[in-house]
């Protein structure tokens, strides 16, 4: 199995930045996409960004011309900057690996980090 362990999450405010991290335990050039997801309180958890083996990426439609996710195959990392942040940006950032697992796939999430946004 593939553990990921996110961070970076906090409080900042309406227009502000950051950058979440997200730690994986096995090399990432053998994943074949990693993810970010949130989920805003009472709602559905929603993909944020993906990003691929060869690192063709995809994002949702709030996410695109502000966020940008990225990867380091040395570090075993895969990361997302927060640009523009607003208010309803806020919920829990989920980290999500999928991976061979023997014929078939599997996958992995994070326990989350926290983002919130004040207005």
């Known amino acids: 199995q593939v553990q990921l362990v996110e961070s970076g999450g906090g409080l900042v405010q309406a227009g502000g930045s950051l950058t979440l991290s997200c730690a994986v335990s096995a090399s990432i050039s053998s994943i074949n996409a990693l993810y970010w997801y949130r989920q805003a309180p009472g709602k559905q958890r929603e993909m944020v960004a993906g990003?691929?083996?060869?690192?063709?990426?995809n994002y949702g439609d709030f996410a695109k011309g502000r966020f940008t996710i990225s990867k380091d195959n040395a570090k075993n990392t895969v990361s997302l900057e927060m640009n523009s942040l607003k208010p309803e940006d806020t919920g829990v950032y989920y980290c999500?690996?999928?991976?061979?697992?023997?014929?078939?796939?599997?996958?992995?999430w994070g326990q989350g980090t926290h983002v919130t946004v004040s207005s």
């Open positions: 999500h690996a999928i991976f061979p697992l023997g014929s078939e796939y599997g996958s992995s």
């Open positions: 990003i691929s083996t060869i690192g063709s990426t």
